[in-house]
């Protein structure tokens, strides 16, 4: 059973950078395929990006492209997200999630606990 | 993208109840329709994979069904673990997209 454990909470100004981490446990990372989801307070989660086999590239949101950048240790199982110019909006809950597949569907079985991103002035 | 509504968007009853969730695709998204549930201050927790599918543990009073654009997930006899939001995702097609969620309170 694959396990993901997140770093800790996040205090940031607006137009700074974030970067948080996963660290993947009972599986090795390159037998994994991490996404990322984001939940806004009282909102739904919302998909972000995270690695496709299909394409065998990791693969991002619109709404994300160019401001987010999803990367992995592969030497410390580790997979990592890093959020730039950021503004109030995105003050949220990142999860990592792993992606499972059966009959070439994609579902979010296994997922980190969460880290609070909070950009405020 | 695909838009995801899910009826209704709140919903009290009592434990023992029948209770089912519905959710609308914009498009036809064939099976690719997964369940989670939510409690507060958690992660998401995946319930039933591709439409019909119980996760591992999950118990047997959830069941899923639908296809295309509708589906609906069903609680036979509701437990007060059960009390939760809950979130149908679909992955046809990119951006995956969540519903917004269905918050089940207790009467």
């Known amino acids: 059973q694959v396990q993901l454990v997140q770093s800790g909470a996040e205090v940031k100004k607006p137009g700074a950078s974030v970067k948080v981490s996963c660290k993947v446990s009972g599986f090795s990372l390159t037998e994994v395929f991490i996404h990322w989801v984001r939940q806004a307070p009282g909102k739904g989660p919302e998909w972000m990006g995270g690695f496709d086999p299909a394409d065998g590239e990791t693969i991002y949101a619109q709404t994300f492209q160019g401001r987010v950048t999803m990367t992995e240790d592969t030497s410390t199982d580790t997979a990592y997200i890093e959020v730039s110019s950021l503004r109030s909006e995105d003050t949220a809950v990142y999860y990592c999630?792993?992606?499972?597949?059966?009959?070439?569907?994609?579902?979010?079985?296994?997922w980190g606990q969460g880290t609070l991103v909070t950009v405020s002035p | 993208d695909i838009l995801m509504t899910q009826s209704p968007s709140s919903l009290s009853a009592s434990v023992g109840d029948r209770v089912t969730i519905t959710c609308r695709a914009s498009?036809?998204?064939?099976?690719?329709l997964n369940w989670y549930q939510q409690k507060p201050g958690q992660a998401p927790k995946l319930l039933i994979y591709?439409?019909?599918n119980l996760q591992n543990d999950v118990p047997s009073r959830f069941s899923g069904g639908g296809s295309g654009t509708e589906f609906t997930l069903t609680i036979s006899s509701l437990q007060p673990e059960d009390f939760a939001t809950y979130y149908c995702?679909?992955?046809?097609?990119?951006?995956?997209?969540f519903g917004q969620g269905t918050r089940l309170e207790i009467k």
């Open positions: 591709v439409v019909a």
């Open positions: 999630t792993n992606a499972d597949s059966w009959a070439h569907v994609y579902y979010f079985d296994a």
């Open positions: 498009q036809g998204i064939g099976n690719s």
């Open positions: 995702q679909q992955s046809h097609s990119l951006p995956r997209t």
